[in-house]
């Protein structure tokens, strides 16, 4: 019986490594030929994704989203604040994206990353035009008083596809989200009931007991690239950076086209091409929804 050569897999390996660091888009392509990534995923296949709700236990809403090794930390925050006279009935959601330097090596110490204000844009855009949250709900006490949510985004491991975590980790925390119960203080202002003064018997309660946001038409997106005549689903950070050309494609939870992201590339998105684009974002939002019933649903348990 023969003995394996150790020596010699490990020279073919190095080897392959070489060409992969020296000639990374005849690399891909030589998968894409055959119709695999180097992940061994077929082109179409989105990577495991992971949700947990409850995160932050600070937060009123928390998630913790992983897509691949791309994670986000999703973390909500209620204030109570004076509507503006043009919408006396509504509350607001202000969203903010962060890329802090452990997230990747291309982002520097003191230096914000180009994309975070971009994907912050995006994401409320998104929210915003999806209806996911009827704003009538924040409201507390007309013209006087509604319920500002402050959303912060956190990127822990930025590897590709960043919009598509960072929209799971939204809605999954506000599907977590549950708002407080606040009160009239003796000076006539809403304040919050902190958790050791819940079960106390509140003099002029507005809302007696927690209770969470009726969500609807939930957003999902799903990144893709597009590649002479090939479309690779959820790309790596590596697959963006050698193949230029992206598009995101947002479904709601009735495939209801909310929006599509095309930032320049080489690649013209004909419409057969933007066509087998949704075709993949409908099975994507198939599979996204199941992830978060089954957190809820995980959540209702514990």
Not at 25 to 39: A, G, M
Not at 52 to 71: D, E, N, P, R
Not at 116 to 122: E, N
Not at 205 to 228: A, D, G, M, W, Y
């Amino acid at each position: 019986m023969g003995v394996p050569d150790a020596s010699g897999d490990l020279s073919s390996e190095m080897e392959v490594d070489a060409f992969r660091r020296l000639f990374p888009l005849r690399y891909f392509e030589r998968h894409l030929s055959e119709s695999i990534r180097p992940d061994a995923r077929p082109l179409g296949r989105a990577r495991d994704t992971t949700l947990a709700l409850g995160a932050v236990a600070s937060a009123h809403g928390s998630a913790l989203a992983k897509i691949g090794s791309t994670t986000m930390l999703a973390a909500i925050k209620m204030e109570v604040m004076t509507p503006s006279t043009d919408s006396p009935d509504e509350g607001c959601i202000a969203i903010d994206f962060h890329m802090p330097p452990i997230c990747s090596p291309i982002v520097r110490p003191g230096r914000p990353a180009e994309v975070a204000p971009v994907i912050s844009k995006q994401l409320s855009d998104t929210i915003s035009s999806s209806s996911m949250i009827n704003l009538k709900e924040l409201s507390l006490v007309s013209g006087k008083a509604a319920w500002m949510a402050y959303l912060d985004i956190y990127c822990l491991d930025a590897d590709g596809a960043l919009l598509d975590a960072a929209l799971l980790s939204a809605v999954a925390a506000f599907s977590h989200l549950q708002i407080p119960i606040v009160s009239l203080n003796d000076d006539g202002k809403i304040v919050l009931v902190s958790e050791e003064d819940e079960g106390a018997k509140l003099e002029e309660p507005v809302n007696k007991e927690k209770r969470k946001l009726t969500l609807s038409s939930i957003p999902f997106s799903l990144t893709c690239i597009l590649h002479k005549n090939y479309i690779l689903a959820d790309p790596t950070a590596e697959e963006e950076s050698i193949m230029e050309t992206l598009v995101t494609v947002v479904l709601d939870s009735s495939a209801r086209l909310v929006s599509f992201y095309k930032p320049g590339g080489s690649v013209l998105a004909y419409t057969s091409t933007v066509q087998d684009c949704v075709a993949l974002t409908r099975q994507r939002v198939k599979e996204l929804q199941e992830i978060l019933d089954e957190a809820i649903s995980g959540m209702e348990i514990d």
